[in-house]
């Protein structure tokens, strides 16, 4: 397992500085609640350092990396979720991580899925509710977080389809599948 001022140089070697302060206080974030609800330290952390490492790629260069491999699926939808699954091919190649829930956890902070395991529930939601996020329903959010890691999940997946919906934009299947599995 790499240490937290590796993870930290890598992404600051990889990341602007806003999205490296964001993948900060996710990791912060995800430790408490790894804490909270009983989850492996080190892998929440390496997959909350690492979650954002391909966002700041240029969408031509995910295009290219996620054509060929089987999630490129993902490419029919908007290209903000691209980073995703583009950055657990990288940390798996770049970086050598092999932990499939470290993987998964990357690979899904942005759609979620139905029955997701604990590593990937917790960087998931501690995307969507670190300290400086500010949206609607936010802190509706960190209050279910207290007591219930599945409810908090829950509320974010029907307040992204709701937001998703009202914009008419293309929902990624995993999306909605994790939308009926968690409600």
């Keep these: 397992m790499m240490t937290a001022k590796l993870m930290q140089e890598i992404i600051e070697e990889k990341l602007d500085p806003k999205r490296c302060q964001h993948t900060v206080r996710v990791a912060e974030t995800a430790v408490l609640l790894a804490e909270r609800f009983g989850a492996d330290i080190g892998k929440v952390k390496t997959a909350a350092y690492f979650h954002d490492i391909a966002k700041n790629m240029a969408d031509r260069e995910l295009e290219e990396m996620l054509t060929g491999t089987p999630d490129a699926s993902y490419l029919k939808f908007s290209p903000k979720v691209w980073h995703a699954p583009a950055g657990a091919i990288l940390a798996q190649g770049q970086y050598q991580i092999t932990d499939p829930d470290i993987l998964a956890a990357i690979k899904n902070h942005c759609t979620g899925r139905p029955n997701m395991g604990l590593t990937e529930e917790i960087v998931f939601l501690a995307d969507y509710m670190e300290p400086g996020r500010t949206q609607p329903g936010v802190d509706e959010v960190r209050k279910l ?39």
Excluded: M, N, Q, W
């Design 145 to 183: 977080a207290e007591t219930s890691l599945k409810g908090a999940i829950a509320k974010v997946l029907a307040d992204t389809v709701a937001y998703l919906e009202k914009k008419a934009a293309g929902i990624h299947p995993d999306t909605l599948a994790a939308y009926r599995f968690y409600r």
